[in-house]
């Protein structure tokens, strides 16, 4: 294969695996991004391309469910070269920082996310500016992971920043748009008890969604499964079933049984069910949830 075959394949793979990452193809994803970093790493002049497609994987791997593997990817290989080939201050670790601050927080370890979403802000402010799509991407991680350790106002105040940033850039029907609604609805139902707020930016964020994706994009079973949430938080227990089914079904379809996300789910219908005292399906759902955390 001569130089120019062989760059020509590696941005065909790069590519496919952004397009299976955007589309929540996400195995489909990892393969690809494998197959474009042996590529990229056999020629002169790629080392970027070969740390993107390192991050990229790492992101499908989060996106799995396989934090561990997400995180020695980040750690291990991807911003170890990105420091050696392209400096400690680049745009390109500043988005690996966020997105190891993502896996940090997924794993529940909230101190360490917090600390490399502000390590991502600072370089991102400085190379990009206040305005750009990498900063609110890291204003929301930063969010999330303040809302895990009950601080909400400052959860607020930072997703409220990342909302106004990507509407300016991104526009209204975006799924980054709709991806801070959700976050900002969460705040609402969650801390301020405000419920008919967080069902009007859950149901905004929902119609976004399922505009711009695929109706059984993982993100929409996001938006289905919080408000069947908030609907058993307010006694509508037909409402909770409804969406807490029409999630599960996307998220055991497209991420598989033993995906965390599935596990939350089940428990979720065990919660409802329990509450309106159906001993048998609670059952049934709390033990399909325990079983999906131990395979």
């Not at 990452?21 to 474009?36: G, I, K």
């Not at 990817?73 to 070269?81: H, K, M, T």
């Not at 303040?146 to 526009?171: C, N, P, S, T, V």
């Amino acid at each position: 294969m001569n130089f120019n075959e062989h760059l020509r394949l590696a941005n065909e793979k790069a590519e496919a695996g952004v397009h299976a990452l955007n589309t929540a193809n996400y195995q489909q994803a990892v393969d690809s991004f494998l197959e474009a970093s042996e590529l990229f790493k056999d020629i002169k002049g790629q080392e970027q391309n070969y740390a993107k497609c390192l991050v990229n994987k790492a992101k499908a791997f989060l996106a799995l469910g396989d934090y561990e593997k997400a995180k020695s990817l980040l750690l291990d290989e991807a911003i170890p070269f990105q420091e050696k080939t392209l400096g400690a201050e680049s745009v390109d670790i500043a988005n690996s920082f966020d997105c190891l601050s993502d896996v940090y927080r997924k794993l529940e370890n909230y101190e360490k996310a917090i600390e490399f979403s502000h390590k991502a802000l600072t370089i991102q402010k400085r190379m990009l500016g206040i305005e750009h799509t990498d900063v609110a991407n890291s204003l929301n991680n930063l969010a999330k992971a303040y809302q895990k350790l009950d601080e909400y106002e400052k959860a607020k105040e930072y997703h409220e920043e990342a909302l106004a940033i990507r509407k300016k850039i991104l526009g209204i029907e975006h799924p980054d748009v709709a991806t801070s609604l959700n976050n900002l609805a969460l705040i609402y139902h969650l801390h301020n008890n405000d419920y008919q707020r967080a069902i009007e930016l859950f149901k905004e964020s929902l119609s976004i969604r399922q505009k711009v994706l695929e109706e059984e994009h993982p993100d929409v079973a996001s938006s289905l499964n919080n408000l069947g949430n908030i609907y058993k938080d307010i006694g509508d227990y037909e409402q909770a079933i409804t969406h807490l089914e029409k999630a599960l079904t996307i998220r055991e379809k497209r991420l598989g049984e033993k995906h965390p996300d599935v596990a939350k789910t089940l428990m979720n219908l065990s919660k409802v069910y329990q509450t309106v005292g159906d001993t048998r399906k609670e059952r049934e759902f709390f033990k399909k949830a325990n079983a999906s955390r131990t395979k």
